[in-house]
Each structure stands twice: as structure tokens, then as C-alpha cells.
């Protein structure tokens, strides 16, 4: 029941984080291997706030999500975008942006591990098992994201011009649409999503330098698992990874040490049966 109950809270984290990797992916068509370390930034910029400036909690979480989120949008619009239709270069400039940042914070902070605060203290019992306040604090931002995220894409017209956009950029153009103000768009909400699941899970565990490495093994893992570019798939391969990374750890001696490869073997077994993923298309009829 342990298992199966943090599998629900990490794996609904893990959706957050792949649906603004695929949405990112299906509205602009870049792999950004630099999107997990604003993950590390964010954590970063709230223990500074909340621990070493002594703000208020909310108003440290709130600032350390502005604060990261702009540098993820400013990477990608001046760094990124510029070299969009160079695939390979966007990859290698991305992965060298991400060494970039945790260069940086190593410099400052060193490789200390940091801890921040929760915002709820505490634990509740459910089903026989302790489960703490920060977990359903986590669960239920994530769930948020989530529905938030379905109700843009289906009721507003920004949504649908995302939509439209991952499906057939041409068209779009054709039809008056700003294909680069539309993939600034999903590019915010992806970096916000990012930002904002580091500043409620941070408290969990602890805040350092390499924090970003294994949820971009995990996020790369769900999204092609999922199938690329499907936001159905990679919210379903979340909760299948989730669930494989949580069990290794729990019964399998030193399997912490190897709940990265267990994903990765996961993902490498689905996708010898299936290229596309358990969602996706050879072709681009579908995306979001």
C-alpha cells in the first residue's frame, strides 16, 4: 500500500513534468534537454529566498518560480529559438545549457545538499500508512496543473492554436496564426510547469546541484514511452514508470541505485514491441 500510494503522488509529479516536455515538443519541435535544470534553478532560487533572505514562505515560492521561469523562457528565446530548425545543434546547446546552469550553482553553492522548508508540516494516516502533508500538497498542485492544462487545450483558442500548431505548422501559418508567439506560449506554460513542481516537491527531498539529471532520465524515459508529442501517453507511461522506480526502491536491495535503469530498461522493452510508443504515430496526424 506504500508503494502503490507514493506511485500515485510521484507519478502524477512525473505527468506534470512530461506533459510540458510534450507540450513544449508538439507547439515548437524542440528536444530541451535544458528543461529539468530550471527544475534545479527554481529549488535553488527558493532556498535562497525562504532560507538565506528569510522571506515568507509563499512569497519565496512565488519569486523563485518567477524568477527561474524567466530564465527559462529568456534560454529559449535568445539561445534556442534562434537555431530552432537545426535539430542536432538545438540538442547540443540545450544539454551544454543545462551543464551551464549546474556549473553555475556548484560555484556558488558547492555540492552541499540544501534543505527548504515545507509548506504543510505534518502527516496524515491513509489506508494504514503515513503519508505526509507536503505528498498531498504535491498531489493536488500537480492534479491542478493537470486539469488546467486540459481545460486550456480544449476551451480556449490559444489552446486550440496550440493544438493546431503541433499538428500541422504550414497550415497554421496559412491560416494567420503566429506559429513562434504560439510556441512562446506553450514554451511558458512548460517551463511554469517545471517551476512550479520543483518548488512543491523540494521540500520532500533535498535541494542540490545534480537534482535535475534524474527527472530528465525520467521525463525523456515517459515521453517516448508515452509516444512523442502525446500528451495521453506520456501521462499514463508517468504513472507506469512511477510505479516500476517506487517498487525497485522499496524491494530490491540498492535499488535506489538502479531506479534510473529499471525506467530506462522499462521503456527499452515497450519500445522493442512498439518504435512509436504505446500513443504515438509514424506519422504527425496526431500530437496534443
Known sequence: MQVLIISIVLGT???VLALGFSLIWGAARIVNLAYTSFYMLAAYFFYVFCSLVHLNIFVSAALAIVVASFIGVATYKFVLEPIRSHETVVILISIASAFFFE???LSIFGSDFRRVPPFILGYQELLG???LNQHFLAFGVSIALILGLWLFLSRSRVGIAIR????????VNVMGINEKKVSLIAMCIGIGFVTISS???SPIYVVEPLMWVHPLIMVLAIVVLGGLGSLKGSFIAAYLLAFAEVAVVNWLPMGAFIKSAIALLVMVIVLSKKPEGMFGAFFEEERL
Open 103 to 105: 556549473e553555475c550553482i
Open 129 to 131: 500508512v503515513r503519508v
Open 164 to 171: 493546431a500548431t503541433s499538428q500541422d505548422r504550414e497550415i
Open 199 to 201: 518548488i512543491v516537491v
Open 13 to 15: 509529479v512525473y505527468a
